[in-house]
């Protein structure tokens, strides 16, 4: 039987793409999010900002964002990518396994909100995330770019099961919800589709 190798689109489509899914994000944070080192994702942010693809805001809160022109850019760019990897058939079934899960985990979200943080939405969670790490592995094995989310996944569940309560929901944190959240919009950005009911959050 024939292994079939892991995909690796080029670095300066993960960038875009990461900061794209964000929509602003710290070199931390896009490192997190495509798996590079920070030497290779400083080399691409300032190669898109050269190219007008993208552009860094200082303030209070710093970080890289698309500008205009890479929004227009990025799209065919992920389009050919995932041509080119052949995976967008393993993609999609993968996408419609994840929004089977979608209606549960929401529900999960507001029991574990409602109820004070209950230990009881901890364990429904491991189990939830036992289905979720199952059926994202083979897409995970076949195209690097989605190899990041079981282990971020993981470091919620790690950071949660070691008494940080803001790692299941709380916003812009690194929770489990977050990771969630940008795993959805991956999907939609890269099947090019719209949220519809059963898309839910």
């Given amino acids: 039987m024939t292994t079939r190798s892991t995909f690796v689109g080029s670095p300066r489509l993960a960038v875009l793409h ?12 896009l490192c ?3 798996g590079l080192d920070a030497a290779t994702v400083d080399a691409e ?3 898109a900002s050269a190219e007008g693809l993208m552009a860094h805001r200082d303030g209070r809160i710093t970080g890289w964002m698309l500008t205009p022109a890479g929004r227009e850019v990025h799209p065919a760019e992920l389009v050919a990518e995932t041509s080119l990897s052949g995976a967008r058939e393993l993609i999609e079934a993968t996408y419609e396994r994840f929004i ?8 999960l979200c507001t029991e574990w909100q409602m109820t004070g943080q209950s230990l009881s939405c901890v364990g429904k969670l491991l189990t939830l ?13 076949a195209v690097a770019r989605f190899s990041p989310y079981p282990r971020r996944f993981r470091v919620a569940l790690d950071r949660l099961q070691s008494g940080d309560c803001d790692a299941f929901t709380k916003p812009l944190s690194g929770s489990y919800h977050d990771v969630w959240m940008e795993l959805h919009q ?5 099947l090019g589709r719209e949220r519809s009911a059963a898309d839910g959050h």
């Fill in 32 to 34: 997190e999010m495509t």
């Fill in 129 to 141: 995330d036992s289905s979720t790490q199952l059926i994202l592995a083979p897409m995970s094995d």
């Fill in 100 to 107: 089977e899960l979608n209606h549960p985990f929401k529900v």
């Fill in 18 to 29: 990461a900061t794209r899914v964000k929509g602003f994000a710290s070199t931390e944070a």
């Fill in 186 to 190: 991956d999907f939609m950005l890269t």
């Fill in 45 to 47: 942010t300032e190669r």
